[in-house]
């Protein structure tokens, strides 16, 4: 059973910076593309940052372009999201994403963790 545990969610005023850390258990993701995705309430689940499973190719949504970094340490098989700069409108229920399929157009990856939420005062 492959399980996926986000941690470093919290509450952070505009400008400020959060660290969300995923980390695998039950077997071992290293050949898996992993993403992040976020849902705010009354909105859709969406794409924000996405990383191949040897960090080779990285991919962002426009409106966290320059401002979250995504990346990956299969040593702890963990991936991470660091996002600065954080804006009102990035608040939402933060989810780690995994899948044995690259990312590419329409990627809904097969497992998923439980969430963490990120507020954004302004």
């Known amino acids: 059973q492959m399980q996926l545990v986000e941690s470093g969610g919290g509450l952070v005023q505009a400008g400020g910076s959060l660290r969300l850390s995923c980390t695998a258990s039950?077997?071992?993701?290293?050949?898996?593309?992993k993403g992040w995705f976020r849902q705010a309430p009354g909105k859709e689940r969406e794409f924000v940052a996405a990383?191949?499973?040897?960090?080779?190719?990285?991919y962002y949504a426009d409106s966290v372009q320059g401002r979250f970094t995504i990346s990956r340490d299969n040593a702890k098989n963990t991936v991470y999201l660091q996002m600065n700069s954080l804006k009102p409108e990035d608040t939402a229920v933060y989810y780690c994403?995994?899948?044995?399929?690259?990312?590419?157009?329409?990627?809904?990856?097969?497992?998923w963790g439980q969430g963490t939420q990120v507020t954004v005062s302004s």
């Open positions: 039950g077997r071992t993701f290293n050949s898996y593309d």
């Open positions: 990383i191949s499973w040897n960090g080779g190719r990285i």
């Open positions: 994403a995994a899948d044995n399929r690259p990312y590419g157009s329409n990627w809904y990856p097969s497992h």
